[in-house]
């Protein structure tokens, strides 16, 4: 979320609206000190960030929804099944080239070194650069 909003905010689209949200019910999480490092280094303070559940309003309202895992995106779609035409994996969003599914989620590094944390950063990046620009 944070990070998005960044990039948002550098290209001049800082009007659209952007949220997070996670699929296990457990809310008011805070972020991990490896998610506040890395983040950090990217000029994004998420320190305060608290987790949130997503429910079923959420993805209703919601015009698109970006996810990592292939699991993340079935679970929306089991919760509001109609959710399938705005629901992406976000290295499937836009991108016709990459069609391979096992290569088109991003691992959540959470519980794992430093390292994967940075690795996964730079995924993201990468695709949320590619995504600012469709929008």
Same mark, same amino acid.
């Given at each position: 979320?944070?990070?998005?909003r ?5 290209a ?7 949220? %997070?949200?996670?699929?296990?019910p =457990?809310g008011?999480?805070? +972020?991990?000190?490896e ?5 950090k @280094? !990217? ?11 997503l429910?079923?309003?959420?993805i209703?309202?919601a ?6 895992? %292939?699991?993340?995106k079935?679970? =929306?779609?089991n919760?509001? +099944?109609?959710a ?6 976000? @290295? !499937?969003?836009?991108n016709a ?8 989620g991003v ?11 940075r ?11 590619r995504?600012v620009?469709?929008?």
């Open positions: 979320e944070g990070l998005l960044k990039y948002l905010k550098d001049g689209k800082d009007n659209i609206e952007v949220h %997070s949200a996670g699929i296990m =457990v008011g999480m805070a +972020p991990t000190s998610t506040i490092e890395v983040m @280094k !990217e000029g994004v303070d998420v320190s305060e960030y608290k987790s949130r559940y429910t079923a309003e959420m209703r309202k015009d698109l929804i970006l996810v990592m895992e %292939s699991f993340h079935n679970e =929306v779609l919760r509001v +099944p109609e399938s035409g705005k629901t992406f994996l976000l @290295k !499937e969003f836009g080239a990459e069609q391979n599914p096992l290569r088109l691992k959540d590094p959470i519980g794992k070194p430093i390292e994967d944390y690795h996964a950063l730079v995924t993201i990046k990468n695709e949320i650069e995504i620009n469709l929008l």
